[in-house]
Every structure is written in C-alpha cells, then in structure tokens.
C-alpha cells in the first residue's frame, strides 16, 4: 500500500517507533506481506507502544491473525509475542486465558494442517529449511498454549521410546 509509512524501512535500524492508531493499524492490515526485517520490527514496536498503554490488545491479536500468514518463519513466529508475553506474565483472568489459548489453537492449528507433523527421524528428507523451522515454531506454539493434548501425547511417546533407544520415532 503506497499509502502506508514504514518507519522503519527494512527494520534496519536499531529503534522502536510509535504510530498513531490508524497508522498501526494501516500496517497490522499489510503485516502478512511485509519483509522478514520490517514485519519484526513493527510486532517489537507495537508491543513495546501496548506496555507504554498507548496500543490495544485487539491490535495486539489483529497482529497475530495477519501476520501469522507471513512467509519467513520468523516474522510469522513473532506475530504472537505481545499476547504471549500478557500470557507468560500471568496478566490474563482466567476467561481471558481459555480466550487466548482458543485463539491460539485457531491460529496455528491450520497451519500445522498444511505443513504437516510426524516426528520421526527423517520424516521430511530434502525439505526446506524455512518449511522445517516454520513446523518447529507450530508445534511450540501449539503444545502449551493451545493445550494441545494430541500434540503433546505424540511428542511424549516418541520421546519415551527414543529414551528407551528406539531413536527412528524421534527427529
């Protein structure tokens, strides 16, 4: 969007910046399309903005829902963190937690859909890189949070039987 600024182009530089709400808003909008650096920069400027008590929580989850769809994994990965940081904090009630980790499973759990989950060793030979560290950050999105009993059975089992030497069920 011609109209959106980006204050800091490329997330190159070494700051924090501050939008006035549209603004942030404007670019949550076009965070799924934005470079690896700038969509990094703009989730670490819109939360630092949210603890200064200047953003919302609502743009804080607008990030998550646009911004998880972002190719480079580690943009996508940090479209949670100013939610996962209230979460972490234990700053939510308890409504508000079940809200968050049915948010989080809404948001991850399709993704992990599409990339598909097995981990045994060299289950995805060739694949790559990005794809297979994308897989890794959805399964740890989802297995606490998401309270994901299936996810978190499969890991342990594949854990225990490579504990007990059977090392192909595990990656």
């Avoid at 959106?4 to 997330?11: I, L, S």
């Avoid at 670019?27 to 903005?49: F, N, V, Y």
């Avoid at 399709?110 to 794809?131: S, V």
Wanted: charged share 20%.
């Amino acid at each position: 969007d011609p109209g959106v600024f980006m204050p800091n182009a490329g997330g190159t530089g070494y700051y924090r910046f501050e939008r006035p709400a549209a603004e942030w808003d404007r670019l949550i909008a076009g965070s799924a399309s934005l470079p690896a650096g700038e969509a990094l920069a703009l989730a670490d400027s819109l939360r630092a903005s949210f603890m200064a008590g200047r953003a919302h929580a609502a743009q804080l989850a607008e990030l998550a829902r646009v911004m998880v769809a972002n190719p480079d994994s580690h943009a996508s990965d940090t479209a949670l963190a100013g939610l996962e940081m209230l979460d972490a904090a234990g700053m939510l009630n308890t409504a508000a937690s079940d809200a968050y980790h049915r948010f989080v499973t809404a948001l991850y759990r399709p993704q992990l859909a599409l990339f598909g989950f097995d981990p045994r060793a060299n289950a995805y030979p060739g694949e790559a890189a990005e794809r297979s560290q994308r897989r890794v950050q959805l399964i740890a999105k989802l297995s606490p949070p998401a309270r994901d009993a299936s996810d978190r059975q499969q890991l342990g089992d594949a854990t225990t039987a490579w504990l007990g030497g059977n090392t192909t069920l595990l990656d």
